[in-house]
């Protein structure tokens, strides 16, 4: 096997002249009309509202969507990137662990309206920045997760790789932005699962700090051929077990991550989706309510007992990695989408006495069967006494079972609403899904 900065720099260049495919060019404008349904929530809240304030935003054409401004790409890059993590409704590559919409396309957007690309250049740099973050994620979980915020880590180098792609770079510079990038990437998860707002810093700092990367490369500088899987390279480094670059390579060229995505259906961490989904069907198939269960119990695999056992969160951010929470809010409200985690549905006291009956297990078979599946069996033991048991083998929204593009616009609307009018909501999405022009400030909010 080649080296795998080579192979990963190459297989991203063979993305600026190949034919793309209708599958492929729609699953693109999918993933970026759903990274403005989460944007732009996000752009409207903490912590952007405070780091609008304090930060130098600089001069350039890039547009910011939180503060309604023509700014430098690299703040743009930054502070819609924070929003675009925010509100936890961005795209997933579930084999990774990875969201590689929030750094990639928040890096690729304000380096296209700086440089003002053709839609086409715009659309390849997306792709190619996905397909080398999405499988060096591949390479290195689950075990990076362990310490590691892969969306950050990783996220920095495919916001690089798409840098050198919007600028039409060779398939070195590509090779040296990710080098580059390797030294940039950070981001641990005490600041994912700990208290704060620092997670949704993750993704802005990986977009600014992808495109430092992919500007120094097309500048001429040089990392090391070694950066990425060297002895004391980046994946060995953040990595405990062996990495498994037989797995991040299998079926490239035959197949491309973008097409392979999970759009995200709630509003939360996408290890709680399998429980909601789960009692979601037993509720609507028994036609049940929530005052005929008496308890529930969630068996799901590790990651979801270890982040999303969080049965009394403090605040918005906890909520939405409590699986306690969210499985309450769906039984009682129909969604676990924004306005489960406004102030108002956080104090209500139904919700929270309904959570105490939710407990969250461990489960050995689906832990051994993590990150590739990703499932919950669920006992709900009804006031009567009986017993209703439910596997539920997949998540709305993942490839095996995706949101159809009507799905995806109603969530985008529903996301974006009360930011947006109607016809700017519209207009918007026929810019995204339809348009041969990369998206600009059509709006002001």
Known sequence: MKNPIIELSELAFHWQHCSLSDDVLRATRRVLLDWYSTTLPGA????????KDVLDKGEGKAYSYVDSDYVSASYAAFINGVASHTVEFDDIF???????????????????????????VFHRSIIAGYEVGCRL????????????????????????VATVMLASGTQEQIMHAIGIASSFAGGHQANLQGKGMTKALHAGHAAQAGILAGKSALAGVEASIDSLSGLYGWANATTEATVNWDKAFDGMYDWTPITRMTIKNHGC?????????GVGHVLKKYQLTYADIQSIDVYGYDATKKMCDRPFPDDAQQARFSLQYCVAVHCLTGKARL???????????????????????RDEGLSALYPSVRSAKVIITLSNGSLIEHHQKTRKGDPE???SDAELVEKYRELTQGILTESQQILLEESVLNSEDVPTAIFRF
């Open 44 to 51: 409207i809240r903490s912590p952007c509202t405070e780091l």
């Open 401 to 403: 079972d995706p949101l």
């Open 137 to 160: 994620a591949l390479a290195i979980q689950p075990a990076h997760y362990k310490y590691w915020h892969t969306t950050s880590t990783v996220g920095t180098i495919g916001a690089a």
């Open 339 to 361: 306005h489960a985690f406004s102030e108002e549905t956080l104090q209500r006291q139904d919700i929270r006495e309904f959570a105490k009956r939710i407990k969250v297990h």
């Open 269 to 277: 961490c996408g290890h709680i989706f399998p429980a909601i989904d």
């Open 94 to 120: 579930k084999d990774g662990g990875y969201h590689p919409g929030s750094p990639t396309i928040s890096a690729a957007l304000a380096v296209a309206q700086q440089e003002a690309v053709s839609l086409d």
